[in-house]
């Protein structure tokens, strides 16, 4: 049997490899394993704990299987969805992409329920995590339709950090109003350094005003696409990853 193993990857069981990549449960992918159904280095193999690696060449009920260490996705996350892997009772970002997904991903960080836009899907832990971190100081860009006007004072305190909770203080914050209505209500882009619970709309809490509305826009250097209407999602490209890298 050949099997090919290339440097620096690590080697894994050949029912996970096909798993990660979405083929099918375990369990299923062993009993088709078992029937003959799967070939490494075009050769029929029958044990699911056979170690190949990223590289190998396998092929699945006559479908070549092609292993991504990694896999980057946008997603303009519509609001009644949750930003988490897996949910009982609730639709969650991960159902937004195909059935035939790795089963790996997880969102990079979290919108609320009612909050819209982007969302990076992935399983790059290393990279969720700097992108996560307030000691990197990404951007995350919001537009947000709140009730009453919005103030310079309002501006001010957001520049300043504010106390959103008994021990809970922000990171300063930029507030930059985009227009109001007659119906008395303000137009603004937020931008913050964290992601603390409801943490935009408590801010505005404070300040005696109330979200009506709210999407990112922005997260570091990748914008949403403006193409992507709720709920659908595309590749990030290898700029937009490369770009990520960066922080």
């Not at 280095?41 to 029958?46: A, N």
């Not at 991903?105 to 329920?113: A, E, S």
Request: proline share 3%; hydrophobic share 35%.
């Amino acid at each position: 049997m050949v099997c090919s193993y290339g440097i620096g990857y690590v080697n894994m069981r050949l029912d996970k490899f096909l798993a990660d990549m979405g083929a099918g449960t375990r369990s299923d992918i062993k009993k088709d394993i078992r029937k003959g159904k799967v070939t490494v280095g075009g050769e029929t193999v029958k044990s699911a704990d056979l170690q190949v690696d990223p590289e190998s060449d396998v092929c699945y009920c006559g479908r070549k299987i092609t292993y991504a260490v990694n896999e980057y996705y946008m997603v303009n996350k519509p609001a009644g969805v949750i930003s988490a892997s897996d949910d009982a009772r609730q639709s969650t970002v991960i159902d937004l992409l195909p059935d035939e997904k790795r089963q790996d991903l997880f969102p990079v960080g979290r919108l609320d329920k009612d909050t819209e836009g982007l969302l990076i899907i992935t399983n790059d832990g290393a990279l969720a995590h700097r992108l996560l971190s307030p000691k990197n100081h990404v951007d995350k860009v919001y537009y947000a339709k709140v009730s009453g006007i919005v103030t310079d004072t309002d501006i001010k305190c957001f520049a300043e950090g504010m106390r959103i909770g008994e021990d809970i203080m922000t990171l300063p914050a930029k507030l930059e109003v985009l227009g109001t209505s007659y119906e008395r209500t303000s137009e603004v882009f937020v931008t913050i350094h964290e992601g603390k619970f409801h943490q935009i709309k408590k801010m505005f809490e404070v300040r005696g005003k109330e979200v009506l509305y709210l999407k990112r826009l922005s997260m570091g250097p990748l914008r949403l696409d403006d193409t992507l209407a709720p709920g659908e999602y595309r590749k990030l490209s290898d700029e937009e990853i490369s770009e990520l890298r960066k922080w």
